[in-house]
């Protein structure tokens, strides 16, 4: 159902009769008996009117999560410049800024909803946090509001999401050696692209295993390269797959610059980005 053409129309001209918002309240309040209940309050969001008379039948109720979810979709359509939020569910406007992504210092600092700074932890997200001992990296959450944001560019256009390039993010630290610990320079980033078939995001992430690899698990296929390295082979390189996610995830050694150099990469296929729930 379709409900901008109504929206349109001023809030203070008495509707025609011959139109859906002038009929009489009587057949108003008995078209409900003949629609579900989200399109029935749809409906009352068309103008004043029709939201006083239907209001008061509604208001008493408290509507399920699901229920909201699917009146916010059918919103959405009709308004497509706004997006679901399955934080607050509410329907947020886009601004068509970059602020939404991932660039920035910090995570959230600039984004403009207050909702996503108060944001639970591990509320739909993936936390792009690396743990090397004492070198602590500023974490860097991907939320479902940037692949939604993402995919909606792709699916509706330029003006209705943030580009895959917000979603970059590089970092280059250099750590002195401090007791035992050797000096080491550290390079994270991470990537992002759109495959059009099957629709799907795909982040690349440089310094990072899948959280479900345990520690021993990584440090077995550590030692096992730095074995292989040691035995004169001077690039070595193996793949695995997290047996949990389905995430691919490559461990190389190499030298670069006549030094050794470690890189792990981690490749997240997050999906079609329709809802949190989507595979
Ligand atoms: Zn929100
Ligand atoms: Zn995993």
């Avoid at 379709?2 to 918002?21: C, G, K």
């Avoid at 047996?243 to 610059?257: A, G, P, S, W």
């Amino acid at each position: 159902m379709s409900l901008l053409p109504i929206f349109d129309q001023n809030a203070s001209q008495i509707p025609n009769m011959n139109t859906l918002p002038g009929l009489p309240v009587e057949l108003l309040l008995s078209i409900t008996d003949f629609l579900p209940i989200n399109d029935w309050i749809c409906l009352s969001l068309c103008n004043h009117r029709l939201f006083a008379i239907y209001n008061h039948r509604y208001k008493s109720m408290w509507p399920t999560r699901e229920m909201k979810l699917t009146i916010l979709r059918q919103l959405q359509q009709d308004l497509p410049r706004h997006f679901i939020c399955y934080q607050c569910y509410l329907l947020h406007l886009y601004d068509g800024s970059e602020s939404f992504g991932l660039s920035g210092p910090k995570f959230w600092e600039g984004c403009p909803l207050r909702c996503r700074r108060l944001i639970r932890k591990n509320f739909f997200e993936l936390e792009l946090l690396t743990e090397f001992g004492y070198w602590n990296y500023m974490p860097r959450r991907f939320s479902f509001l940037h692949l939604q944001l993402a995919m909606r560019r792709f699916y509706l256009g330029d003006e209705f999401g943030i580009t895959t390039e917000s979603l970059a993010y590089t970092q280059v630290r250099f750590h002195p050696s401090k007791g035992s610990w050797p000096g080491v320079t550290y390079l994270i980033s991470t990537d992002a692209r759109i495959r059009p078939e099957p629709p799907g995001l795909h982040i690349r992430m440089h310094m990072y295993i899948c959280k479900h690899v345990p520690g021993w698990q990584k440090e077995r296929q550590l030692d096992a390269m730095v074995k292989a390295f040691f035995q004169g082979k001077y690039f070595s390189r193996s793949k695995h797959t997290c047996k949990r996610c389905n995430t691919d995830y490559q461990i190389e050694l190499c030298v670069h610059f006549d030094q050794l150099a470690l890189v792990l990469t981690t490749w997240f296929n997050l999906g079609p980005g329709l809802t949190p729930d989507d595979p």
